[in-house]
């Protein structure tokens, strides 16, 4: 939240030009960069058109939090209105979703998404958008999960006509979700007063909302099975909405016209990807749409097969690798939806297949060919082995090749991480994948980050967590050889060696060993809490709390980073064709793994050097601590 105050405060601070100030000084604060222009004239002009509509309804004592963040999510609702309910007496709030447009035209199909002239691509109605806040915060603020009725939405086009939107009433109404135009203010006004009493203040309201304790986020693993058999457990909201709207659309077009054409969703990590890519399978599957989940992760398929198919064959059954699909016939599928599909490879062929199969054709046409509707789910910066080639430019040639429609959606809302946009900028300028250089941490209340003196210190702060039920994982850059598997019964190889501590990597093979899981097990497992864990294991997933070592092939000098591929164990690096690709990679893979934490991060360094800018740059010489 920017700022909150009640609605004749506000109005007076708009008044004078010092809100404005506030909002941009505390935007700065809390993101580390500037407000873009436009958010900046929105701020200018839509406060104060809610303001005058609120003091005009005689609801000046009424308390306002203007950019109200959700929680664990970096998306912000326009303004949150606090209140007492006329009729109850009770707690009341009213969700706003501002707009400046003066004209909107419905998506062909879907009322839904809408046209407007200022962006290139579909985007929500206000309507829906505001109404996923609503559902969103019910489900994830304590003070609302108990009583939904207390939030009501609307979205107030101050700016419009009735006949410039008047398409989008074609989406139907609700309490989460109302849309007001400059002339329907009457109308607004009487429905403001319905919600929130004009002779009580709101403050104590505000209090009760912002206390909610944020229920933890849906881990994806943990309501696949539902999400996949039964109904939808997600709220998409903004982007991922969008995108999971673009996708059943494009599907419902091939259908009627016998046509093809690919969707690419792109997006950070922690930006709802695996959770569209799931949503989609889920509502295909229902529908009976033929459609299958794909991607490059081991770990990821055998873990869906596991928690989403775990008593119906048929179910494990949507869950298949990349190379799955070789000897497939075009078109077989409605859908194929690719996650984490920057991890596509030049080609499926391996040293197993069988010469018949060796056609020489791309992974990339293969999986275009098998799908009406090829959907593709990727992170350009997670690209972390040599050979994979997973880009948007990719993809859109290949398309472009075979002459069909490519339709692309940025994801930008960030739910890893605690919804920390904050956090993920400065993992990125540390690792020096942004230009500025790394920046000194500026603490938030979303993600907490740390750094240890020692692996042993890491281990305790994480065992700590983990005995209080939070989930909790150790990884390492792969700088430690890797052990043969032990025979069942024989105690785990202690891989990793610095100093006095010594832990094994997870297993590599796919049955448990000594207790440990298997390999593509151990991020979700409980037992995986013990062995340390590699990008390969880690990639894809998320937990409460993560530990990081960071090892010699990643160093500080001086003022920048030095990777070292000797120091680096991986195999694949061995074959690695340029020094410039193996530093990229190596970045790339502690970006993986820096941004695993749903809570917050443990950072510790084998190298003194490395550690002590570390400490610096978190501001602090040891930061761990009780919590």
């Excluded at 939806?337 to 010469?355: G, Q, W």
Aim: some cysteine; aromatic content about 8%; charged content about 25%.
């Amino acid at each position: 939240m920017l700022f909150r105050a009640s609605a004749k405060s506000v109005a007076a601070a708009a008044m004078d030009s010092s809100l404005f100030l506030h909002l941009t000084e505390q935007f700065f604060h809390m993101h580390g960069y500037r407000p873009t222009a436009s958010e900046s004239r929105s701020w200018e002009r839509s406060i104060p058109a809610l303001m005058d509509v609120l003091n005009e309804a005689g609801l000046g004592d009424v308390e306002v939090m203007l950019e109200y963040a959700l929680p664990l999510n970096s998306k912000r609702a326009d303004a949150v209105l606090a209140g007492v309910h006329p009729v109850t007496g009770e707690p009341s709030y009213v969700v706003v979703e501002l707009k400046q447009w003066s004209q909107a035209e419905p998506e062909e199909d879907d009322p839904a998404l809408c046209r407007v002239d200022s962006y290139t691509h579909p985007v929500l109605t206000p309507v829906e958008q505001v109404r996923r806040y609503c559902e969103y915060l019910v489900n994830f603020n304590g003070a609302l999960a108990a009583h939904p009725g207390r939030i009501n939405g609307v979205a107030y086009l101050h700016n419009a006509a009735e006949s410039g939107v008047a398409a989008l009433r074609e989406l139907a109404f609700d309490e989460h979700g109302t849309l007001f135009t400059a002339e329907r203010r009457g109308a607004l006004l009487d429905h403001l007063r319905t919600r929130l009493s004009t002779e009580h203040a709101g403050a104590s309201a505000a209090d009760e909302l912002l206390r909610g304790r944020p229920v933890p986020s849906r881990q994806l693993m943990a309501v696949a099975a539902d999400e996949v058999r039964d109904r939808e457990q997600f709220v998409l909201l903004d982007q991922q909405q969008v995108a999971y709207r673009m996708v059943l659309n494009a599907v419902s077009r091939a259908k009627r016209s016998d046509h093809k054409e690919v969707v690419i969703v792109t997006g950070g990590p922690g930006t709802g990807k695996s959770v569209i890519a799931l949503s989609l399978l889920g509502e295909l599957f229902r529908r009976g749409v033929p459609a299958l989940h794909a991607t490059g992760s081991q770990s990821f398929t055998k873990t869906m097969r596991k928690v989403a198919g775990a008593r119906r064959r048929e179910v494990q059954d949507l869950f298949k690798y990349f190379n799955s699909f070789m000897t497939a016939e075009k078109n077989a599928l409605d859908v194929l939806i690719c996650d984490e599909a920057h991890r596509i490879r030049e080609t499926s062929a391996n040293r197993y297949t069988a010469a018949v199969h060796r056609t020489g054709k791309r992974q990339m046409e293969e999986l275009i060919d098998v799908a009406r509707v090829p959907v593709f789910l990727l992170d350009e910066h997670q690209v972390v082995r040599p050979g994979e080639m997973g880009t948007v430019a990719e993809i859109e040639a290949a398309a472009a090749k075979k002459g069909l429609a490519c339709r692309v959606v940025p994801l930008d809302s960030q739910f890893r991480c605690g919804g920390s946009g904050a956090y993920l900028r400065w993992v990125v300028r540390l690792l020096g994948l942004e230009p500025g250089g790394p920046v000194v941490w500026d603490p938030d209340d979303r993600m907490r980050l740390m750094v240890a003196d020692s692996p042993r210190e890491m281990e305790a702060f994480l065992e700590g967590r983990f005995a209080q039920g939070y989930g909790a994982r150790l990884s390492a850059g792969y700088c430690w050889p890797w052990s043969k598997e032990p025979k069942p019964g024989d105690p785990l190889v202690a891989d990793i060696v610095i100093g006095d501590w010594a832990r094994p990597w997870n297993l590599r093979g796919e049955r448990s060993v000594s207790g440990a899981p298997p390999s593509a097990l151990w991020a979700t497992d409980p037992a995986g809490f013990g062995q340390v864990g590699c990008v390969y294991t880690a990639q894809g997933f998320e937990y409460d709390w993560s530990g990081v070592i960071i090892g010699p092939d990643l160093i500080w000098r001086g003022d920048r980073w030095i990777t070292d591929r000797a120091s680096s164990e991986d195999p694949v690096f061995k074959k690695a064709p340029s020094g410039a690709d193996v530093d990229r990679l190596i970045r790339n893979t502690y970006k993986v793994l820096l941004t695993r934490g749903m809570i917050g991060t443990v950072v510790y360094s084998t190298d003194p050097e490395t550690r002590q800018k570390l400490r610096e740059l978190v501001g602090a010489t040891r930061a761990i601590v009780t919590v």
